[in-house]
């Protein structure tokens, strides 16, 4: 079965999809650490989606994976959106999770700049502690926010900046009509880092897209309702995807 390649958002790692285990009972599934983050908060920071779509696109060929099913979450999600335009024949199916394809991020909980001024002003792990509180619903109530917030600490300050001018200076919504691989666009309908707005133009502008919408969810719906965000992953990537069959106009536009 073709493997899936799990890419993790801004300040986020591979660590962070311990719940997502089940999604490899029937294939491989491959979750990076991006440089500056997770278990690579070592290597120097990269400050440009395309840098961080072409990196991971050659760690994946060092590791002998040539095609494979992608999702990227939130930042993540701009990354593979880079790698479908650089590597096109590479990438099976596509899962686009609270993400969008405007890098200015409109309607988010803060503006770019205020995250980087505060970052400055405040410290690399501070800002780690608040912004990762914003993806959850319940903040820092939420059961699986330590251990988020923990993996949010890994970031260094220059990789905290990097990332966030990475996002700030990137645009996607030129390629959108010509994302040929079949889409699933997964949003949380709480979402205070992507508004309905980006999830809505890439459901609507990616020919093959199928929306699924998860309520009471903010940005972190793997963590916060995994057994829903499972099922959904491992049904659009099941053989007849999640209609089981080619999606009908009013089948590929339904929220589940």
């Not at 962070?16 to 991006?34: E, K, T």
């Not at 593979?80 to 969008?100: C, N, S, W």
């Not at 205020?114 to 903040?139: K, N, P, Q, V």
């Not at 949003?187 to 699924?212: F, H, K, N, V």
Request: aromatic share 8%.
């Amino acid at each position: 079965m073709t493997p899936l390649v799990l890419v993790h958002g801004f300040m986020g790692g591979s660590a962070q999809w311990a719940l997502q285990a089940p999604l490899g009972a029937g294939r491989a599934v491959i979750a990076l650490d991006l440089p500056g983050f997770g278990a690579n908060a070592d290597l120097s920071p990269i400050d440009a989606i395309p840098d961080f779509a072409a990196w991971t696109l050659a760690r994946l060929t060092a590791r002998g994976v040539d095609r494979f099913d992608l999702l990227g979450h939130s930042m993540g999600g701009m990354i593979v959106q880079e790698m479908v335009r650089q590597a096109p024949d590479r990438v099976g199916r596509l899962i686009l999770y609270g993400t969008g394809a405007q890098g200015v991020l409109p309607g988010r909980f803060e503006p770019i700049e205020t995250s980087m001024a505060r970052a400055r002003a405040e410290g690399a792990a501070a800002t780690a502690s608040r912004i990762s509180a914003t993806w959850f619903l319940h903040r820092e109530d939420a059961a699986h926010y330590p251990a988020c917030a923990a993996i949010a600490r890994n970031a260094g300050l220059e990789a905290i900046l990097a990332g966030l001018a990475a996002m700030r200076d990137w645009s996607g919504e030129d390629h959108l009509p010509r994302v040929a691989c079949e889409t699933l666009v997964l949003w949380g309908d709480r979402d205070r880092t992507y508004g309905w707005s980006q999830i809505e133009q890439l459901w609507r502008t990616i020919p093959s897209a199928q929306l699924a919408v998860v309520p009471g969810c903010a940005h972190a719906v793997h963590m916060e309702r995994p057994e829903i965000f499972n099922a959904l992953v491992e049904g659009f990537l099941a053989p007849l995807g999640l209609s089981g069959g080619p999606p009908s106009e009013a089948q590929s536009k339904a929220s589940l």
